[in-house]
């Protein structure tokens, strides 16, 4: 794999640090992405949206949810069982993750459930009054006759 400095791009552009962040991001990655654990992305309403990531054999606490700005962190960590076992087939895959979603501008997390082996990561997106669109009223502009001066 090839590695790109992306240095000079910093210092040349200035209010884009978080698009040259990303395309650092992109150039670092695994050419092939993890598609471990599986997930899926639903919009529940309007502004609404919900995160599914398939967790069986994770408890609670072995589950971790953080927002970073705008990017959302799902990291599952499983905690060594003493007990003795033998399993005759092992087919619950419940090694350690870390997931990364990007999130986009005005979007938090708003509630992280788990049940039924799937964990559920709610969404909303709340863009400020002052970036919403909002419609202009276009005002008659009087109109001014020119007199004449009669001589």
């Keep these: ?11 040349a552009t200035v209010g ?6 990303l395309l650092d991001r992109v150039m670092t990655q695994d050419s092939a992405p993890s598609t471990y654990p599986p997930y899926n992305i639903e919009k529940t309403a309007e502004d609404a949206y919900r995160i599914s990531i398939a ?9 971790s949810v953080e927002q970073r700005e705008t ?10 069982d003493e007990a003795d076992r ?6 619950i895959a419940t090694r350690a993750f870390e997931k990364r979603f990007q ?8 509630g992280a459930s788990h049940e039924n082996g799937m964990l559920h990561v709610d969404l909303v997106r709340e ?3 002052a970036l919403k ?9 009087g109109t001014k006759a020119i007199e004449a001066e009669t001589a």
């Design 16 to 21: 884009f640090d978080r698009m040259a962040d």
């Design 86 to 91: 033998t399993y005759l087939h092992r087919g």
């Design 71 to 80: 990017e959302l962190v799902v990291t599952a960590r499983k905690e060594r």
């Design 127 to 129: 863009v400020p009054e």
């Design 55 to 63: 967790v069986a054999g994770f408890t609670d606490a072995e589950l």
């Design 103 to 110: 999130l986009a501008d005005h979007v938090r997390v708003t």
């Design 1 to 11: 794999m090839r590695t790109y400095d992306l240095s000079p791009l910093y210092r």
């Design 133 to 141: 669109p909002r419609q202009i009223e276009i005002s008659r502009a």
